[in-house]
Nanobody
């Protein structure tokens, strides 16, 4: 079983920055990929950014150039640096971890609110 603990959400003004963190813990697993998804009210959950064990990254087009994902393999932690936040970035952000068997686990979600 994998436990994910997210932190870093909150309220920020448009144009501001936030950094999300997600720490994974558990036993008997190896992490393949870590990522962030988000879900705004009335919308489907969507991929924001993802990083694999070899460092390959993928971003949603809407966040390219503004968000940056990174990971600390030694700490099993993934970070999402969000800059130049826009009103449309407001959502609940969920951490996702895939183990080497491609089994996915979700965090509880952290709210990001962007004010004008």
């Amino acid at each position: 079983q994998v436990q994910l603990v997210e932190s870093g959400g909150g309220l920020v003004q448009s144009g501001g920055s936030l950094r999300l963190s997600c720490a994974a813990s558990g036993s008997g697993f190896g992490i393949y990929a870590m990522g962030w998804y988000r879900q705004a009210p009335g919308k489907q959950r969507e991929l924001v950014a993802r990083i694999t064990s070899d460092g390959s990254t993928a971003y949603a087009d809407s966040v390219k150039g503004r968000f940056s994902i990174s990971r600390d393999n030694a700490k099993n932690t993934v970070y999402l640096q969000m800059n130049s936040l826009k009103l449309e970035d407001a959502a609940v952000y969920y951490c996702n971890v895939e183990n080497i068997f491609r089994t996915g686990y979700w965090g509880q979600g952290t709210q990001v609110t962007v004010s004008s």
